[in-house]
């Protein structure tokens, strides 16, 4: 479920160590499925432990998760990391900000969890977005551009060569190719 590296699971052993008897960690989705959604790691007291918590077992301790949290936290990595400047804890969970589907679910879900999970996160970093629109019965994936997206002279780059190339890696057997209906007007929002 939630995958903690060696280097983690000795740092909360030493972490623990310094708490009261039976601590454990919780781990935690903050506005879990919006994309608003914040994950963290605290410690986790016996006396706040519910009988709805998952319990994990790791080396030496225990990690509580609420209910709420668990499935945003399906595939989530916890590492921690020495580098030249200090050590940190990492905390990856690609499914925080939307719920996983399953590998059945309808293809309108699947295509939307990509792009919600992967796509949307890398257009971020410039403001953008895209929003798929529909799937036509010809087998084409219709997006629309939003943000820093709209306007951008890239657009037609980044649709053909980034998204259209990664949708049909994982969907070429369902769809055909992806079309834009973004109509798209310069302005201040547009990334250069």
């Given at each position: 479920?939630?995958?903690?590296?060696e280097s983690?699971?000795?740092?909360?052993v030493d972490l623990l160590s310094s708490q009261a008897e039976g601590t454990h960690i919780r781990i935690f989705v903050i506005n879990p499925g919006t994309p608003?959604?914040?994950c963290g790691v605290s410690y986790?007291?016996?006396?706040?432990?519910?009988?709805?918590?998952?319990?994990?077992?790791?080396?030496g301790f225990s990690a509580m998760v609420d209910e709420k949290s668990l499935p945003f936290l399906e595939d989530a990595e916890i590492d921690y990391v020495t580098e030249q400047l200090g050590a940190q804890l990492t905390l990856k969970a690609p499914n925080a900000k939307i719920k996983a589907?399953?590998?059945?679910?309808?293809?309108?879900?699947r295509i939307e969890y990509m792009i919600q999970a992967e796509i949307n996160p890398t257009l971020a970093s410039h403001g953008g977005h895209i929003n798929l629109l529909e799937i036509t019965e010809e087998g084409f994936a219709i997006i629309q551009f939003g943000g820093g997206c709209n306007g951008c002279s890239m657009a037609d780059v980044t649709l053909k060569e980034g998204i259209e190339k990664q949708l049909l890696e994982a969907f070429g057997d369902e769809i055909k190719g992806i079309k834009d209906a973004t109509e798209h007007q310069r302005?201040?929002?547009?990334?250069y």
């Amino acid at each position: 479920m939630i995958n903690i590296s060696e280097s983690a699971q000795a740092h909360f052993v030493d972490l623990l160590s310094s708490q009261a008897e039976g601590t454990h960690i919780r781990i935690f989705v903050i506005n879990p499925g919006t994309p608003n959604a914040e994950c963290g790691v605290s410690y986790c007291p016996p006396d706040t432990v519910e009988a709805t918590d998952a319990e994990f077992t790791y080396q030496g301790f225990s990690a509580m998760v609420d209910e709420k949290s668990l499935p945003f936290l399906e595939d989530a990595e916890i590492d921690y990391v020495t580098e030249q400047l200090g050590a940190q804890l990492t905390l990856k969970a690609p499914n925080a900000k939307i719920k996983a589907v399953a590998d059945n679910a309808p293809l309108v879900e699947r295509i939307e969890y990509m792009i919600q999970a992967e796509i949307n996160p890398t257009l971020a970093s410039h403001g953008g977005h895209i929003n798929l629109l529909e799937i036509t019965e010809e087998g084409f994936a219709i997006i629309q551009f939003g943000g820093g997206c709209n306007g951008c002279s890239m657009a037609d780059v980044t649709l053909k060569e980034g998204i259209e190339k990664q949708l049909l890696e994982a969907f070429g057997d369902e769809i055909k190719g992806i079309k834009d209906a973004t109509e798209h007007q310069r302005g201040d929002h547009s990334y250069y």
